[in-house]
Antibody, heavy 123, light 106 residues
Protein backbone atom coordinates (compact mmCIF):
# COMPACT_ATOMS: atom_id res chain seq x y z
CA UNK A 1 0.00 0.00 0.00
CA UNK A 2 1.37 3.41 -1.01
CA UNK A 3 2.54 5.35 2.02
CA UNK A 4 3.44 9.05 2.17
CA UNK A 5 4.61 10.60 5.44
CA UNK A 6 5.26 14.32 5.75
CA UNK A 7 7.46 15.85 8.43
CA UNK A 8 9.20 19.09 9.26
CA UNK A 9 6.26 21.28 10.14
CA UNK A 10 6.21 23.54 13.16
CA UNK A 11 6.03 27.13 14.34
CA UNK A 12 8.33 29.60 12.58
CA UNK A 13 8.66 33.36 12.63
CA UNK A 14 7.78 35.47 9.59
CA UNK A 15 10.72 35.83 7.24
CA UNK A 16 12.37 32.61 8.38
CA UNK A 17 12.77 29.30 6.55
CA UNK A 18 11.54 25.75 6.96
CA UNK A 19 12.06 22.53 5.02
CA UNK A 20 9.36 19.93 4.74
CA UNK A 21 10.02 16.30 3.84
CA UNK A 22 7.79 13.58 2.47
CA UNK A 23 8.97 9.99 2.77
CA UNK A 24 7.46 7.68 0.17
CA UNK A 25 7.19 3.92 0.23
CA UNK A 26 5.53 0.94 -1.44
CA UNK A 27 5.58 2.31 -4.96
CA UNK A 28 8.12 3.15 -7.63
CA UNK A 29 8.92 6.68 -6.45
CA UNK A 30 11.26 7.36 -9.36
CA UNK A 31 8.45 6.81 -11.86
CA UNK A 32 6.08 9.52 -10.67
CA UNK A 33 5.86 13.26 -10.45
CA UNK A 34 5.05 14.50 -6.97
CA UNK A 35 3.02 17.46 -5.70
CA UNK A 36 2.69 19.64 -2.63
CA UNK A 37 -0.80 20.91 -1.76
CA UNK A 38 -1.65 23.09 1.23
CA UNK A 39 -4.75 23.99 3.20
CA UNK A 40 -4.94 27.03 5.43
CA UNK A 41 -7.00 26.60 8.61
CA UNK A 42 -10.69 26.48 7.71
CA UNK A 43 -9.94 27.12 4.03
CA UNK A 44 -9.84 25.14 0.81
CA UNK A 45 -7.13 23.19 -0.96
CA UNK A 46 -4.40 25.10 -2.76
CA UNK A 47 -1.94 23.41 -5.11
CA UNK A 48 1.61 24.58 -4.33
CA UNK A 49 4.16 22.87 -6.56
CA UNK A 50 4.98 19.83 -8.68
CA UNK A 51 8.25 18.16 -9.63
CA UNK A 52 8.77 15.68 -12.46
CA UNK A 53 9.88 12.14 -11.74
CA UNK A 54 13.49 12.93 -12.60
CA UNK A 55 13.51 16.30 -10.85
CA UNK A 56 14.22 18.25 -14.01
CA UNK A 57 10.89 20.06 -14.30
CA UNK A 58 9.36 22.10 -11.51
CA UNK A 59 6.27 24.30 -11.47
CA UNK A 60 4.92 26.56 -8.74
CA UNK A 61 1.79 28.42 -7.77
CA UNK A 62 2.19 32.19 -8.16
CA UNK A 63 1.68 32.60 -4.41
CA UNK A 64 4.96 30.78 -3.62
CA UNK A 65 7.05 31.36 -6.74
CA UNK A 66 10.50 32.68 -5.86
CA UNK A 67 10.16 31.74 -2.18
CA UNK A 68 9.55 27.97 -2.20
CA UNK A 69 11.64 25.27 -3.88
CA UNK A 70 10.47 21.74 -4.53
CA UNK A 71 13.09 19.00 -4.84
CA UNK A 72 13.47 15.26 -4.52
CA UNK A 73 16.08 12.68 -3.69
CA UNK A 74 15.19 9.55 -5.62
CA UNK A 75 17.89 7.55 -3.85
CA UNK A 76 16.05 8.19 -0.58
CA UNK A 77 12.47 8.10 -1.94
CA UNK A 78 11.95 11.51 -0.41
CA UNK A 79 10.29 14.72 -1.59
CA UNK A 80 11.16 18.11 -0.15
CA UNK A 81 9.72 21.61 0.04
CA UNK A 82 12.14 24.35 1.02
CA UNK A 83 10.14 27.34 2.21
CA UNK A 84 11.93 30.68 2.54
CA UNK A 85 10.72 34.17 3.45
CA UNK A 86 7.71 32.69 5.15
CA UNK A 87 4.61 34.82 5.65
CA UNK A 88 1.60 34.54 7.93
CA UNK A 89 -0.50 33.53 4.91
CA UNK A 90 1.70 30.45 4.43
CA UNK A 91 0.21 28.99 7.62
CA UNK A 92 -1.41 25.73 6.53
CA UNK A 93 -1.37 21.97 6.59
CA UNK A 94 0.98 20.87 3.83
CA UNK A 95 0.24 17.61 2.04
CA UNK A 96 2.44 15.72 -0.38
CA UNK A 97 0.60 13.79 -3.07
CA UNK A 98 1.57 11.31 -5.73
CA UNK A 99 0.78 12.35 -9.28
CA UNK A 100 -2.45 11.03 -10.74
CA UNK A 101 -2.03 8.04 -13.03
CA UNK A 102 -4.77 5.73 -14.26
CA UNK A 103 -4.46 2.16 -13.07
CA UNK A 104 -3.90 -0.69 -15.48
CA UNK A 105 -7.47 -1.84 -14.89
CA UNK A 106 -8.78 1.65 -15.64
CA UNK A 107 -10.90 1.64 -12.50
CA UNK A 108 -8.74 3.92 -10.37
CA UNK A 109 -6.77 7.13 -10.74
CA UNK A 110 -4.54 6.04 -7.87
CA UNK A 111 -4.73 9.18 -5.77
CA UNK A 112 -2.47 9.04 -2.72
CA UNK A 113 -1.87 11.78 -0.16
CA UNK A 114 0.07 11.95 3.07
CA UNK A 115 -1.53 12.86 6.40
CA UNK A 116 -0.17 16.40 6.25
CA UNK A 117 2.18 18.47 8.37
CA UNK A 118 1.15 21.76 9.97
CA UNK A 119 3.18 24.91 9.41
CA UNK A 120 2.39 27.94 11.55
CA UNK A 121 4.03 31.24 10.68
CA UNK A 122 3.74 33.55 13.64
CA UNK A 123 5.82 35.98 15.62
CA UNK B 1 -3.65 29.37 -15.20
CA UNK B 2 -6.92 27.45 -15.14
CA UNK B 3 -9.45 28.69 -12.59
CA UNK B 4 -12.18 26.48 -11.13
CA UNK B 5 -15.44 27.99 -9.92
CA UNK B 6 -17.41 25.69 -7.64
CA UNK B 7 -20.89 26.27 -6.26
CA UNK B 8 -22.54 26.42 -3.87
CA UNK B 9 -20.02 27.08 -1.10
CA UNK B 10 -22.28 25.29 1.33
CA UNK B 11 -25.59 23.47 1.37
CA UNK B 12 -27.94 21.89 3.87
CA UNK B 13 -29.98 18.84 2.93
CA UNK B 14 -31.97 16.08 4.55
CA UNK B 15 -31.00 12.43 4.68
CA UNK B 16 -32.14 10.80 1.47
CA UNK B 17 -32.10 14.04 -0.52
CA UNK B 18 -30.42 14.41 -3.89
CA UNK B 19 -27.45 16.79 -3.68
CA UNK B 20 -25.86 18.52 -6.66
CA UNK B 21 -22.65 20.55 -6.85
CA UNK B 22 -21.35 22.29 -9.94
CA UNK B 23 -17.88 23.25 -11.10
CA UNK B 24 -16.91 25.45 -14.02
CA UNK B 25 -13.46 25.65 -15.54
CA UNK B 26 -12.09 28.88 -17.02
CA UNK B 27 -11.10 26.99 -20.17
CA UNK B 28 -11.72 23.66 -21.84
CA UNK B 29 -10.23 20.87 -19.70
CA UNK B 30 -11.83 18.00 -21.62
CA UNK B 31 -12.70 15.44 -18.93
CA UNK B 32 -9.66 16.00 -16.69
CA UNK B 33 -11.86 16.73 -13.71
CA UNK B 34 -11.95 14.93 -10.38
CA UNK B 35 -14.15 15.15 -7.30
CA UNK B 36 -12.81 14.69 -3.76
CA UNK B 37 -14.41 14.30 -0.36
CA UNK B 38 -12.64 15.69 2.68
CA UNK B 39 -13.59 15.15 6.30
CA UNK B 40 -12.12 17.27 9.13
CA UNK B 41 -8.51 16.47 9.92
CA UNK B 42 -8.19 14.05 7.01
CA UNK B 43 -6.59 14.14 3.59
CA UNK B 44 -8.93 14.41 0.61
CA UNK B 45 -10.34 11.17 -0.78
CA UNK B 46 -10.91 10.74 -4.51
CA UNK B 47 -14.50 9.81 -5.38
CA UNK B 48 -14.91 10.52 -9.10
CA UNK B 49 -12.15 10.71 -11.72
CA UNK B 50 -12.18 11.88 -15.31
CA UNK B 51 -15.50 13.63 -14.74
CA UNK B 52 -17.71 10.57 -14.54
CA UNK B 53 -15.76 7.50 -13.42
CA UNK B 54 -16.42 6.10 -9.97
CA UNK B 55 -13.20 5.40 -8.10
CA UNK B 56 -12.82 1.81 -6.92
CA UNK B 57 -14.66 1.16 -3.66
CA UNK B 58 -16.75 4.34 -3.74
CA UNK B 59 -20.51 3.90 -3.25
CA UNK B 60 -22.63 4.17 -6.37
CA UNK B 61 -24.75 6.98 -4.92
CA UNK B 62 -21.91 9.28 -5.97
CA UNK B 63 -21.76 10.27 -9.63
CA UNK B 64 -20.33 12.91 -11.91
CA UNK B 65 -20.96 14.29 -15.37
CA UNK B 66 -19.80 16.93 -17.79
CA UNK B 67 -16.95 17.77 -20.12
CA UNK B 68 -15.21 20.82 -21.46
CA UNK B 69 -15.90 23.57 -18.94
CA UNK B 70 -19.05 22.54 -17.06
CA UNK B 71 -19.24 19.68 -14.58
CA UNK B 72 -21.72 18.32 -12.06
CA UNK B 73 -21.30 16.12 -8.99
CA UNK B 74 -24.32 14.35 -7.51
CA UNK B 75 -25.11 12.39 -4.39
CA UNK B 76 -28.31 10.55 -5.27
CA UNK B 77 -29.42 9.90 -1.69
CA UNK B 78 -27.56 11.76 1.04
CA UNK B 79 -26.34 9.59 3.92
CA UNK B 80 -25.09 10.73 7.36
CA UNK B 81 -21.55 9.63 6.50
CA UNK B 82 -21.53 11.96 3.48
CA UNK B 83 -21.24 15.03 5.69
CA UNK B 84 -17.98 16.53 4.46
CA UNK B 85 -16.53 19.15 2.17
CA UNK B 86 -16.33 18.32 -1.52
CA UNK B 87 -13.82 19.73 -4.00
CA UNK B 88 -13.49 19.60 -7.75
CA UNK B 89 -9.98 19.45 -9.21
CA UNK B 90 -8.70 19.94 -12.74
CA UNK B 91 -5.55 18.15 -13.80
CA UNK B 92 -5.44 19.07 -17.46
CA UNK B 93 -2.70 21.62 -16.76
CA UNK B 94 -1.03 21.29 -13.36
CA UNK B 95 -3.67 21.11 -10.61
CA UNK B 96 -6.35 23.56 -9.54
CA UNK B 97 -9.04 23.01 -6.95
CA UNK B 98 -12.47 24.53 -6.65
CA UNK B 99 -13.30 26.51 -3.53
CA UNK B 100 -15.12 23.61 -1.91
CA UNK B 101 -18.72 22.84 -0.93
CA UNK B 102 -19.53 22.07 2.68
CA UNK B 103 -22.43 19.62 2.91
CA UNK B 104 -24.44 19.64 6.13
CA UNK B 105 -27.54 17.86 7.39
CA UNK B 106 -30.72 19.88 7.63
Amino acid sequence: QVHLVESGGGVVQPGRSLRLSCAASAFSFTSYAMHWVRQAPGKGLEWVAVISNDGNKKYYADSVKGRFTISRDNSKNTLYLQMNSLRAEDTAVYYCAKDLVISVSGTSLESYWGQGTLVIVSA
Amino acid sequence: DIQMTQSPSSLSASIGDRVTITCQASQDISNYLNWYQQKPGKAPKLLIFDASNLETGVPSRFSGSGSGTDFTFTISSLQPEDIATYYCQQYDNLWTFGQGTKVEIK
